[in-house]
């Protein structure tokens, strides 16, 4: 089944979005399902096989890259010929932006089975970002006259035109895979249940050596002594980084060897320098900002860590949590649902969402080794079985029920109406670890 993947994220950022696709993409390959992504090019990246890059031009946030001429039906037209040419069978559409709803078109357009991943908590990322409403609005007002559907009512704030683009892109969906009941529990999807499959991404452990610890521990000055405190992701207030800072500076009071290292995209220097520069300059001090960084690099921070803080209220799934505990590196989080939920299933240390519930959370993992390995075995054993053979399989599964849902809904005389639901996979299948 050759499937086209459609997202307007796309390498060199990284992201937890990016990181999925990829791992898909691989591990479908390597089952003898090929198939295409497409993603706005960037001047920064590398050609790879089975890409097709669209012009885009950047947004201003975090980043991200659009390729708004998708928007006019002409430039349209002619990307989805490019694309039928290909021989798709299936649409993957990741992302809610104009490469997204050029994948919602590809599907019409080509009478193909649609799936939707809802990978991001968008009500919390407009937020935080403030994005106005008004270009919420207009963006709503663009895709339904795109998709040929009536405009809904103007929304009078955020949530409300996010509402309703989600109605845009998702209500046609012939499924809808969510990566953690997270995404369930903070957001009202505009899909019946029975087109709504939970499937973790699937991730595979980041290799390392003794000797890329120990060059990673020399280049940023960790000593023998010191107990590291690893984030990793963008370093940016959606990811409750203030809250982890500010956790830091209690911290150490009771742990002085203690030190935070922030290894992840800065997209608000001015925001993270006001920052520490509130804790003042022996906390700063003891905070090592790295910026993003390859994935040996990141794999060798992981080994030099002792526990990872993670103080996002807004993450749908978290990769990294998967990744330092394939690595065996004991976790710290503030989400209940995440905790409860995801992917480790409660093998983390979950912290109140405070700078005092989350230091003191720290500091029972970094006086306590021997609680720290065994709470970092259970989170590898949790992670183990997380594979990315075993996403790849649950998501064929996906595919296969969007197909039989699009084919007996289009063998229908008249308008399109739904047939019904065939059944959802079983909880193996769908909730498949």
């Known amino acids: 089944m050759r499937a086209v993947h459609f997202t ?22 390597h089952r003898g399902h090929p198939g295409l992504t497409v993603v706005p090019r960037h001047p920064e990246q590398a050609g790879e096989p089975d890409l097709m890059r669209l012009r885009a031009v950047p947004c201003g946030v975090a ?80 895709y339904a006259h795109r998709l040929g559907v009536p405009r809904p009512p103007a929304a009078t704030h955020r949530q409300a035109a996010l509402d309703a683009t989600n109605s845009l892109l998702l209500g046609g969906a012939d499924a809808v895979v969510v990566p953690t009941r997270a995404v369930l529990d903070r957001v009202s999807l505009p899909v019946p249940a029975d087109r709504v499959f939970l499937v973790p991404t699937g991730v595979g452990a980041r290799r390392t050596s003794p000797a890329e610890v120990a060059a990673f521990r020399a280049t ?39 030190r935070l290292v922030l290894v992840g995209a800065i997209y608000e220097p001015r925001w993270l320098t006001e920052l520490l520069r509130s804790v003042g300059p022996a906390v700063a001090g003891r905070v090592n900002v790295i910026g993003q960084q390859p994935p040996s690099v990141v794999a060798a921070a992981y080994g030099a860590a002792d526990v990872l803080a993670f103080p996002s209220g807004t993450d749908t ?32 240390d979950c912290a109140a969402p405070t700078p005092t519930g989350f230091a003191a959370a720290l500091l029972r993992l970094l006086s306590d080794p021997a609680a720290a390995r065994r709470l970092g075995q259970l989170a590898a054993d949790r992670a183990a079985e997380h594979t990315p053979e075993r996403y790849a399989e649950a998501i064929c599964d996906v595919y296969a029920h969007a197909a039989r849902r699009q084919a007996g809904w289009s063998a229908r005389p008249g308008p399109a109406q739904p047939v019904g639901a065939f059944g959802r996979l079983n909880d193996r299948g769908r909730t498949r670890r």
């Open 317 to 348: 799934q978290a990769l990294v949590l998967q990744e330092a505990a394939l690595a065996g590196v004991p976790a710290v989080l503030v989400d209940p649902v995440l905790h409860r939920h995801g992917p480790l299933a409660g093998a983390a």
């Open 8 to 29: 307007d994220t796309y390498l060199p950022r990284r992201d937890g979005v990016v990181s999925s696709i990829r791992t898909l993409v691989r591990a479908l390959a």
């Open 63 to 142: 980043d991200l890259r659009l390729s708004p001429w998708l928007l006019h039906g002409a430039s349209a037209t002619g990307t989805i010929a490019e694309i039928a040419a290909t021989g798709p069978e299936i649409v993957h559409v990741h992302t809610p932006g104009p490469v997204g709803l050029l994948g919602v078109l590809t599907a019409r357009r080509l009478g193909l089975p649609l799936v939707q991943t809802y990978h991001t908590d968008l009500h919390a990322y407009v937020d935080a970002y403030r994005v106005p409403t008004r270009a919420l609005r207009g963006a709503v007002r663009l």
């Open 220 to 258: 940023h000055a960790l000593a023998p002594t010191d107990k590291v405190v690893l984030f990793v992701g963008r370093v940016n207030r959606e990811k409750g980084v203030d809250l982890l800072i500010n956790a830091f500076a209690e911290l150490l009071a009771d742990c002085p060897r203690a």
